[in-house]
């Protein structure tokens, strides 16, 4: 393989000497060097299509092996965890969708312009081979197998070949797009420690060594915001009282002639369940709901435990869910990171208008 490749690319550099070819966006080198060879016939388009082959099939290789490469690093904590899972058809598709988006966004940066893409390649590649020989510098000195001395002097001599060429090109590309690369590789090391980090905190914190039982829950309080009385709100009550003794209902005030509707309501249908009314002068509804809460929390103790039931209706298709309020879904994602605090959705299915009309 080294020498079919010193062969072609001594035999294309004195080629392009001969006939004066140079890079150009009109036509590339190879090209140049086929029309000049073999003119426009069979031949000049069968160098074309090869080429073409062989660069569909470089660009392939990237998409083969960097997910399992990524793969691999995920399963040391180095990565996310999803880029180690294989998809439904047995490959590595989250890594194949990163690579497509990162790829993506690279083009989008250099405006499509293959030409400011080559100093990042060469960057990249040549210190990838650098730190590759070097690192089997390092593993024939550790090693000392028959032959070690040999091997690691062959090794040297790359590793110190491909950072000459290495600093020469950053040297000379830096500002035509290689300083990308020199800031990218330390904040990927730093990003890869970060995550390395954060799950060996996870799993110190998750670890079942020197833990005996979870703690018995003194007080269990169900808080359950509602904007309205109708079924959906009766369901969640229902669930909410076989949780605990202890629940509330709690109601923003944002339209006072509707919180008097309601409390006329709730002395039927509120199934005895204490009603807090909360005012809201600026006719919010998350935040009259999270100070509720902080209030409660500053008054619990270390064993206590929160569980905020949220009434939902649930439409019989996804679109007809755009026609209704989501304020159950930004009031989860408020209360999702509160610690001691248990988020619980309580569903209520509604039927079709067509199901309706069947009934009937």
């Not at 079942?208 to 169900?222: K, N, Q, T």
């Not at 509707?261 to 005012?279: F, H, N, S, V």
């Not at 026609?323 to 569903?347: E, S, Y």
């Amino acid at each position: 393989m080294v020498g079919i490749l010193s062969a072609m690319f001594l035999g294309i550099s004195l080629l392009a000497s001969a006939i004066g070819a140079v890079p150009v966006h009109s036509e590339t080198v190879l090209s140049q060097i086929g029309r000049a060879v073999f003119g426009e016939g069979a031949a000049y388009f069968a160098v074309q299509l090869a080429t073409a082959l062989i660069l569909v099939l470089a660009a392939n290789t990237s998409f083969a092996d960097f997910p399992r490469l990524a793969s691999l690093i995920a399963k040391d904590g180095y990565l996310p965890r999803q880029l180690s899972s294989l998809g439904d058809r047995l490959v590595f598709s989250n890594g194949i969708v990163a690579l497509g988006v990162l790829s993506g966004l690279l083009l989008i940066g250099f405006g499509g312009d293959t030409h400011r893409l080559l100093p990042l390649y060469a960057v990249g590649v040549f210190i990838c081979f650098t730190l590759s020989q070097s690192g089997m510098v390092i593993h024939w000195w550790r090693l000392r197998t028959e032959g070690w001395k040999q091997s690691m002097v062959f090794n040297g001599i790359g590793a110190l070949a491909t950072l000459v060429v290495s600093s020469v090109v950053i040297v000379t590309r830096f500002t035509q797009g290689a300083w990308v690369v020199i800031v990218l590789i330390p904040l990927t090391v730093w990003a890869f420690m970060a995550i390395h980090k954060h799950y060996q905190s996870v799993a110190g914190q998750l670890s079942l060594d020197e833990y005996g039982a979870p703690p018995a829950i003194r007080r269990h309080r169900v808080i359950v915001p509602v904007g309205g009385i109708h079924r959906g709100v009766l369901y969640a009550l229902h669930y909410a009282k076989n949780l605990s003794v202890d629940v509330t209902a709690v109601l923003v005030d944002i339209n006072p002639d509707e919180t008097e509707t309601i409390q006329a309501k709730w002395e039927r249908w509120g199934d005895g369940i204490r009603l807090e009314i909360l005012p809201s002068p600026y006719r919010s509804i998350i935040s009259p709901l999270l100070a509720y809460l902080d209030r409660i929390d500053a008054e619990r103790g270390p064993h206590d435990i929160t569980t905020v039931v949220m009434p939902q209706f649930i439409a019989a298709h996804w679109w007809e869910n755009v026609l209704h309020n989501q304020t159950a879904i930004l009031l989860r994602l408020a209360l999702i990171f509160r610690r001691g605090t248990v988020v619980t959705d309580v569903p209520f299915q509604l039927h079709s208008v067509q199901d309706m009309e069947i009934t009937k």
